[in-house]
């Protein structure tokens, strides 16, 4: 368990914390796969209600976290994306308040979009495996923020 998660962020018009998660890079391998260690703090809103006596990360979270590490990656590359789809997912272990997820991504490229095949692992376990499905966003509406 990490005990040092702190996170800080606006709120987006879901709600939400826009960085209720930290993304830290530790190695983009010239390979086409990326790492990043991903964490959610136990102030997060996502914990609430989830389960109050022993709160669990959603799933839709760590799904979030992936995409989210999907985006930033994308972007310090010049380049933005809109995710398309998020399919064959499988999740195996329950993610706690300020634990560290490792998340790797395969960056295969796929005609007519893109496929990032994903992994987040806990402690060299896996918690959940998937694949996100993006398209470039085309230039002209690079301005608009939109489903993005």
């Not at 395969?106 to 959940?128: A, D, I, M, R, W």
Request: aromatic residues 8%; proline residues 7%.
């Amino acid at each position: 368990m990490i005990t040092d998660c702190r996170i800080s962020g606006d709120v987006d018009r879901s709600g939400m914390a826009e960085n209720w998660h930290s993304i830290s890079y530790k190695k983009d391998v010239p390979t086409g796969e990326v790492w990043a260690e991903v964490c959610a703090e136990a102030g997060s809103p996502w914990f609430s209600g989830h389960f109050p006596a022993e709160p669990i990360l959603p799933g839709i979270a760590i799904l979030s976290m992936v995409t989210d590490v999907i985006r930033q990656y994308e972007s310090e590359k010049g380049r933005r994306i809109r995710v398309s789809g998020i399919r064959r997912v499988r999740f195996r272990l329950p993610v706690s308040p300020d634990e560290l997820l490792m998340i790797s991504l395969s960056l295969p490229s796929q005609e007519g979009g893109l496929s990032y095949h994903f992994k987040c692992e806990l402690n060299g376990k896996t918690v959940c495996t998937g694949t996100v499905t993006a398209e470039p966003v085309p230039d002209e509406i690079q301005g608009h923020d939109a489903f993005l």
